[in-house]
C-alpha cells in the first residue's frame, strides 16, 4: 500500500533562478541594451549574449492542450525556457535567431499570433465574465476575443502613434483594474439589486450589508416581522459592493446591463504622470456573441488616434492636447450628463479656467 | 467535443484571426464534464444575457483560509459538470519564468484533478487552475506541494505578490524585483494564507518607472525602481542614433517633460537636476542612456479600483531606499510598520488607500513613524484649515510639544 507523502504547508513559490534560461541567467542584473528586430521579436544583450525574445498572443483563458502545444513549441526552440507578461502574452526566450522565424511559422499554424511589442495594442488585459463570475455584468472573454478579431492588425504591426492598452472588467469591482488603461471595455449594472427578503435574512449580516453602501442608500427594514433591508433606489448607483457582502442582492438584469467605454489612461510615467481613464460611452447593449457596437465603436476610436496624434503621444496625451472638445467633436461620441461626475471629489474634473477651444 | 452539445452563439467565437478560447474549451469538452457543461451553461448565459454562478461558498484545504475561490453554478441539474467549479490559485515563480518541464507536472496534476482549463495568469498574478470539486481541493494542495508549488491569496489576506521580467531582462531594472517579490512572498507565509487583514493587501513590484506591473495602479503597496544620480551616457552610442536619422529633436528632446535635454551635434547633454525620471528618452535611446549608479525603489500606497469609495493611485510614502547586500529587513521593517497602523486604525473591508485618505497622510505617517516630504505631494495644501499642535500659553512659554 502507497504511503502517503508527508503533509507540507507554507512553502511559498519554487525559487526562481531555476526557471532562467542559461543567457539570462548569465546577463541577469548586467543587461546593456535591447533591440526591436520585428513585431513581437525582442532583442536583449548582455556581456554574456543576446537573448532573442518572441511574443505571441494568448486567450489567458487557456486549457492544459494549448499550453502543451506552447511548450512543444518551446522544447523545440526555446530549449524549453519561456514566461509570461503582466499582460498575458507568452514569450520564448530563444539563443538562437534562426529559431525566429521557424517559430513564428509554428504558432501562426496553431492559431495564434507574433506581436505586441513597441507601439503596438497588446493582449487585453480581462477578467472572468460569464465564464466564471458571479457578479459579472457582461462576458470578459468573448468581448477580449471579438474587439481582438477587429483590431489584430494593431497586434501584429507597430504603426500606431504609441502603445495602446485595451482592458476589460466585467463589473466595477474591475479585477481587470481598467482604471488606468488607453482604452478601458467595462461591463456594468444599470437597476438596483432585487432583494430577495426570503433569503437575506438568513444570508446576510444587516449592519455589513448596511455599512457596505458607499451612499447610505441601504437601510435594515422589516418585513412580515423579518429584519431584511430596502434600498434608497434614487441614492444607488449600482456599485454591487452590497452583493459582495450580500448574496440576496443580486444586480445582474438582462434587459439593462451593459457596457461602458473609457479612454485616456496610462500607467507609466513617460512624459505625462500616470492618468485614469474617463468615460467617452456611458452605455451599449449586451449584445453577444460579438458585441457589435462595442467592437465597433472601440475599432473608431482606435482609428481616430492612429490619424490624429503624434508620435509616442498616448491616448490621453492625445485628447489632453486636442481637449475633450474637440475628442467629442471628432469622435462624434454624444456628450451627456452622464458625462459629468457627481461622486465624491466631482468637483476636481469641473472646467475652472476660461482654457476653451471653440 | 461532445457530440449532444449545441452553441450556436459561442461557435461565432471561433472564427477570426485573434485565437479563439472557445476552440480551445472544445477541445478539452470530450475529455471531461467540467468543459462540456462549461460551454453548455456559457452558451445559455450568451443566449440570456446573464451569468449562471452562485456567489462564492467558502472551501479551502485544511489550515489555509485563502488560496480557493469557492463557486458553484446556479443551474446544477442542467449542467451538473460546472456545479462545483472552484478555483485555484497557484503562487507563480517570480516575473512568470518557466520551463517546459515544470509547467508540464502542474498540468498533469491539473488534467487529473479538474478541468484542464486555467488562467495564465490572473489579475494579481497567480497561476490560476478553473474549475474543480470541493473533494478535490486536498488531493490537488498535496500533489502540487510534492512538486514544490504553494497557494497564493485571497480574501482580506496579502495576495500574491508580482513582479516585471525585472533584472532577468531588462536593462532599467533599478532593483531585484523577482528577488524581492521571492523573499517577501517566502516571509509572509502566513499572511498570505490566513486572512487576518482589514482588507486585501497586494503588493507589485515594478522596475522602473514604466511600471510594467502597473503597480502604481494596481497594488496596496507599489514598490517601483527609481535612480537619484545623473542618467549614465554613452555618446558613442547616441552619435548613432543621429547617423541613424532617427529623429532625436521631435521624438526625443521635444518630449521631455522638464525641458532638461539638449542636443548638440552628436552630443547630448541632460541637465539631470531637473530630469524627472520619467523614462522617455532611455525607452527611445536604450542602447545610449542608461538608469544611473545610485538606484533603488519607491513605495507607493493606496492604489486600488472604484469599489468602495473610488479609484486610487498610489501615493508616495518612501521616495527613495535601497535594498544593500540582498538584505530585505529594512524592507520587512517598513512592512510590518503599515501593517501594524493599518490594522489597529483601519476598519473592516477599508483598502489602505482609503484608510490613509480617511485618517490623513499626515497622520499615517506618524502612525508609522516617516517624515513628510515635499516629494509626497503635488503641492502642499491649499486651505487654512490646519490643526495646530503647538502653541503659545499666556505666559509666553511655549506649551503643547509632543
Same mark, same amino acid.
Given at each position: 500500500m502507497a504511503t502517503e507523502a508527508k503533509r507540507v504547508t507554507d512553502i511559498g513559490p519554487p525559487q526562481y533562478e531555476q526557471f532562467l534560461h542559461p543567457i539570462i541567467k548569465d546577463n541577469y542584473g548586467k543587461w546593456l541594451y535591447h533591440d526591436s528586430i520585428k513585431p513581437g521579436v525582442l532583442s536583449h544583450t548582455g556581456p554574456a549574449g543576446t537573448i532573442f525574445t518572441v511574443r505571441c498572443a494568448s486567450p489567458r483563458l487557456v486549457s492544459v492542450n494549448f499550453l502543451r502545444d506552447i511548450m512543444d513549441l518551446a522544447d523545440k526552440y526555446s530549449d524549453g525556457y519561456f514566461r509570461f507578461t503582466s499582460r498575458n502574452n507568452i514569450e520564448f526566450l530563444l539563443a538562437k535567431e534562426e529559431n525566429i522565424d521557424p517559430l513564428i511559422v509554428d504558432l501562426n499554424a496553431m492559431g495564434t499570433l507574433v506581436g505586441g511589442t513597441n507601439n503596438a495594442i497588446s493582449n487585453v488585459v480581462h477578467t472572468q465574465g460569464w465564464v !466564471?463570475? !458571479?457578479? +459579472? +455584468?457582461t462576458d470578459a472573454s468573448g468581448l477580449v476575443k471579438a474587439v481582438m478579431d477587429e483590431l489584430a492588425e494593431y497586434f501584429t504591426s507597430e504603426k500606431l502613434p504609441a502603445k495602446l492598452r485595451v482592458a476589460v472588467a466585467c463589473c466595477l469591482n474591475m479585477c481587470g483594474a481598467v482604471h488606468a488603461s488607453d482604452i478601458a471595455i467595462l461591463g456594468l449594472h444599470r437597476t438596483p439589486p432585487r432583494i430577495d427578503n426570503n433569503a437575506l435574512p438568513n444570508q446576510c449580516e444587516i449592519p455589513t450589508t448596511v455599512a457596505s453602501c458607499p451612499n447610505n442608500a441601504i437601510r435594515p427594514t422589516s418585513i412580515e416581522g423579518k429584519t431584511t433591508v430596502k434600498v434608497d433606489e434614487d441614492k444607488c448607483m449600482y456599485c454591487g459592493n452590497c452583493f459582495t457582502v450580500c448574496p440576496a442582492m443580486p444586480l445582474a438584469d438582462p434587459l439593462n446591463d451593459g457596457v461602458s467605454i473609457w479612454v485616456g489612461g496610462k500607467i507609466s510615467n513617460a512624459r505625462t504622470e500616470p492618468m485614469f481613464t474617463k468615460l467617452a460611452i456611458p452605455y451599449l447593449p449586451n449584445n453577444p456573441p460579438r458585441w457589435p457596437e462595442v467592437t465597433d465603436a472601440v475599432k473608431k476610436i482606435v482609428e481616430l488616434y492612429a490619424a490624429n496624434a503624434r508620435p509616442f503621444e498616448r491616448v490621453g496625451e492625445w485628447i489632453n492636447r486636442i481637449g475633450w472638445e474637440k475628442f467629442f467633436d471628432m469622435s462624434g461620441i454624444e456628450f451627456t450628463k452622464y458625462h459629468l461626475d457627481d461622486f465624491r471629489h466631482a468637483g476636481t474634473t469641473y472646467r475652472r479656467s476660461l482654457h476653451n477651444r471653440y | 467535443m461532445a457530440d449532444d452539445l449545441k452553441t450556436p452563439l459561442l461557435d461565432e467565437l471561433e472564427k477570426g484571426p485573434w485565437p479563439s478560447f472557445i476552440t480551445d474549451i472544445k477541445s478539452m469538452a470530450g475529455k471531461n464534464d467540467y468543459c462540456k457543461d462549461l460551454l453548455g451553461q456559457l452558451e445559455k448565459s450568451y443566449e440570456d444575457k446573464r451569468g449562471y454562478w452562485k456567489h462564492g461558498g467558502l472551501v479551502g484545504v485544511m489550515?489555509? #483560509?485563502? #488560496?480557493v475561490i469557492g463557486r458553484y453554478s446556479a443551474l446544477p441539474d442542467e449542467f451538473p459538470g460546472v456545479s462545483h467549479f472552484h478555483t485555484v490559485r497557484v503562487n507563480q515563480p517570480s516575473g512568470w519564468f518557466y520551463t517546459t518541464d515544470a509547467l508540464r507536472e502542474i498540468m498533469d496534476i491539473w488534467e487529473e484533478h479538474g478541468s484542464g482549463l486555467t488562467n495564465m495568469h490572473g489579475s494579481t498574478g497567480d497561476m490560476v487552475l478553473l474549475g474543480t470539486r470541493t473533494e478535490e481541493l486536498e488531493p490537488i494542495f498535496r500533489a502540487l506541494t510534492a512538486k514544490g508549488w504553494d497557494l497564493g491569496g485571497s480574501g482580506s489576506d496579502l495576495r500574491t505578490p508580482s513582479c516585471c521580467v525585472g533584472p532577468a531582462r531588462c536593462e532599467m531594472a533599478c532593483y531585484d524585483t523577482l528577488a524581492m517579490t521571492y523573499d517577501l512572498t517566502k516571509s509572509y507565509q502566513d499572511e498570505l494564507h490566513r486572512p487576518m487583514f482589514n482588507y486585501k493587501y497586494k503588493i507589485k513590484m515594478s #522596475?522602473?518607472?514604466?511600471d510594467c506591473t502597473a503597480a502604481i495602479a494596481r497594488s496596496d503597496m507599489g514598490i517601483i525602481g527609481i535612480w537619484r544620480d545623473d542618467i549614465k551616457v554613452d555618446q558613442a552610442a547616441f552619435a548613432e542614433y543621429v547617423d541613424s536619422g532617427m529623429d532625436i529633436q521631435g521624438a526625443v528632446v521635444d518630449l521631455c517633460p522638464t525641458g532638461c535635454i539638449t542636443v548638440e551635434g552628436k552630443e547630448i547633454n541632460i541637465d539631470d537636476s531637473d530630469c524627472v525620471k520619467c523614462m522617455h528618452c532611455l525607452n527611445r535611446l536604450p542602447k545610449a542612456l542608461s538608469p544611473g549608479d545610485d538606484k533603488g525603489f519607491a513605495v507607493c500606497l493606496g492604489a486600488k479600483a472604484p469599489i468602495v469609495e473610488g479609484a486610487l493611485f498610489g501615493s508616495v510614502i518612501i521616495p527613495f531606499m535601497k535594498i544593500e547586500d540582498g538584505d530585505f529587513e529594512p524592507m520587512h521593517d517598513l512592512i510590518e510598520r503599515i501593517w501594524e497602523f493599518w490594522d489597529e486604525h483601519g476598519t473592516s473591508r477599508e483598502r489602505i488607500g482609503e484608510f490613509i485618505e480617511r485618517i490623513s497622510l499626515a497622520t499615517f505617517l506618524e502612525g508609522i513613524g516617516e517624515d513628510p516630504s515635499p516629494k509626497m505631494v503635488k503641492a502642499p495644501r491649499d486651505n487654512p484649515y490646519i490643526f495646530y499642535e503647538e502653541y503659545y500659553e499666556e505666559e509666553g512659554a511655549s506649551a503643547s510639544e509632543e
Open positions: !466564471h463570475c !458571479h457578479s +459579472a +455584468a | 489550515g489555509y #483560509g485563502g #488560496g #522596475g522602473c518607472p514604466n
